[in-house]
């Protein structure tokens, strides 16, 4: 690739601080970051979580929170140092010449509003006054043509949709239409596929990719994932205690690691990868399903307020079977069903048919119309942080299951609460933290606590490392294989990485359109797939990084 003299970005010796009331001189967030980016560039930053990707992004689209303080340096964009802009001016340049797209999409949208609703709205709100008033027609003519630009087939339905009736890749592309009605010179996209299936990441993926070289657009990507960076980007950009430590080119980075940190990410993303040894189980009559799951029916309206409805079936005649301590893998294309299916599992919706019953005694029969009774099942979010009450220590957030449920007395329980915390890897101090001041890693290891204070015979796990980069994700997966290796605990882990599935295990089954559609022994489903749709995710997870396969591996 060719690339400009004069970069588009310029990012030199910047460091930003948070004030901390335990130290006169604030929590340094970024120190002396430098690094440029080019025109049509696609420039990749990865590192571990808190080393200050997220802040690079929101100081150089000037979405700082109002407390952080920045100490030093400069961001020269366009031939202005940002920095130095008023307010309004750089709120001008927001939209117009800086596009962003944030990690989940559905909470960049108004529910309220249509997907043409949102996209009508960049364009009135960045119209020039000095130009006549572009006409209605004229706006969703260039919509429609946008969101066609990026993969849309039917993109006048993408616009009378609301943002709930349209799945995750869907309205990531849609998020990213919007962005570039503006045509704006460069692209900030924060981690734009963590949420999202293999095939729809790798769709994702491509139409950036071709989106940049079609607009000649600068992207500025961040990522935690090296095998997603290796294939978008032009040149990666290591980050390790607030500032850059490494920036080559993939092949480089990959290949040939300088700095020791580049290496401990590349061995952490193969440890991810690598297959754990499991324990044998048992699928013999002698050994009856834990859980299981017959003929389940579910679906909702989708009214708004006292509009007409049509109902739609989410899960149709499901059927399942999860074992006493197996980790059973789900997986399917986003919108398929596999978070609605853990929903009535745990109790928090209904099913309008079917029946689920636990160690052969029946806990729904949802064709009775009857409430569930509770199973002994704990759930792990995907975001901790969401699922955790951000005002209570993790000491009471741990007592609180067994406070509901008046087992045993406060002394007892601050015990077991001690035992917990040891039992998934944290230390007696972190009883008095809140979950603010934990790491991701460490919020989850909570999650997953909280999850097990009840002694569940089931857990379901539902993304719960997608969102952690390398290193902890392989530290979070090797705490869930213990706690199953060594409790006895079943899980129903849910995941779009098949990396993942395939090193953790024991038999994975394969939703589409809400129906299971294959179920079968890791090794069979995915070396010798007998469903077109299974065939489909193994190939979208070889394009994704067909070269990042070998090279991770190789390390």
Known sequence: MTYLSEPVLLVENLSLTFPDANRASGHNVLSN?????????????????GSGKTMTALAVAGLLPENAEV??????????????LKPSDRRKLLGDKIGMIFQEPLS??????????HL??????????????????????????MLAHVGFTDPLRIYNAFPHQISGGQRQRALIA????????????????????????????????RISRSFNLSVLFISHDLMLVERICDRVAVMHNRRIVELETPKDILHSPTHPHTAKLIR?????????VKQETSYSDDNPPLIQIKGLNTGYNDSIFFGASRYHEVLRDVN?????GEILGLIGSSGCGKTTLTRVLTGLISATNGTITENGRIMADFSQRKKMKRCSVGLVFQDPYNSLNPAKTISWLLEEPLRIHGICDRIERKTRVLQMLSDVGLGSKYQHYYPHQLSGGQRQRVALAVSLMLSPSLIIADEPVSALDASVQAQIL?????????????????????????????????????????????DEVFDKPSTVVASNLLKAETNYHPRSNRTIDSQ
């Not at 960049?108 to 609703?117: A, Q």
């Not at 130009?131 to 027609?137: G, I, V, W």
């Open 108 to 117: 960049s949208f108004n529910p309220l509003m249509t997907i043409g609703k």
């Open 178 to 209: 919007g962005t570039l009605l503006l045509k704006p010179t460069l692209l900030i996209a924060d981690e734009p596929t963590t949420a999202l299936d293999t095939v729809t990441q790798s769709q994702i993926v491509d139409q950036l990719k």
């Open 268 to 276: 952490s993303a193969r440890a991810v990868r690598t297959p754990r």
């Open 71 to 84: 100490t030093s340096g400069r961001i020269m964009f366009d031939g202005k140092d940002l920095l130095k």
């Open 320 to 324: 399942i079977d999860i074992y006493p």
């Open 478 to 522: 090797e705490l869930l294989f213990k706690i199953n290796r060594e409790k006895g605990v079943a899980f129903l882990f849910i995941s779009h990485n098949l990396s993942v599935v395939r090193s953790i295990c024991h038999r994975v089954a394969i939703m589409d359109d809400g129906k299971i559609v294959e179920t079968g022994a890791i």
């Open 120 to 145: 009508n709205e960049v364009l009135t709100s960045h119209s020039n006054p000095l130009l006549p008033k572009e006409h209605a027609d004229g706006r969703k003519s260039r919509i429609l043509e």
């Open 33 to 49: 970051l430098t690094f440029d980016l080019r025109k049509g560039e696609v420039l990749g930053i990865v590192g571990d979580s």
